[in-house]
């Protein structure tokens, strides 16, 4: 059974920088494309970032590219997003998901997933 846990949100001032993990564990992160959603009080969750099985691809929203780094060490099951410059719109519930099927990273949160994340905060405030 796949199981992820995110962990690292928190609060920061606006133009801070996070680091959010995505730990993996009943799948070899390897054969699994991981994608990072947020949802924000009142909205619908939005896809911002994915990372391929393969390592080929990698995937931004608009609204985070250039300023968000998704990236991935297999050897330790874990994939991380890099968050730069946050602005108080990036503040949501950030989730990692898991989808052995998405070699291209154009699954959407309508397609199947094997596993979701509890999701971690991240708050940007002054």
């Known amino acids: 059974q796949v199981q992820l846990v995110e962990s690292g949100g928190g609060l920061v001032q606006p133009g801070g920088s996070l680091r959010l993990s995505c730990v993996a564990s009943?799948?070899?992160?390897?054969?699994?494309?991981i994608h990072w959603f947020r949802q924000a009080p009142g909205q619908e969750r939005e896809g911002i970032s994915c990372?391929?099985?393969?390592?080929?691809?990698?995937r931004y929203a608009t609204s985070v590219a250039g300023r968000f780094t998704i990236s991935r060490d297999n050897a330790k099951n874990t994939v991380y997003l890099q968050m730069s410059n946050l602005k108080p719109e990036d503040t949501a519930t950030y989730y990692c998901?898991?989808?052995?099927?998405?070699?291209?990273?154009?699954?959407?949160?309508?397609?199947?997933?094997?596993?979701w994340g509890q999701g971690t905060l991240v708050t940007v405030a002054s």
């Open positions: 998901a898991a989808n052995h099927l998405d070699d291209f990273c154009q699954a959407n949160r309508t397609s199947h997933w094997d596993a």
């Open positions: 009943g799948v070899t992160l390897s054969s699994t494309t």
């Open positions: 990372s391929s099985s393969n390592s080929i691809f990698t």
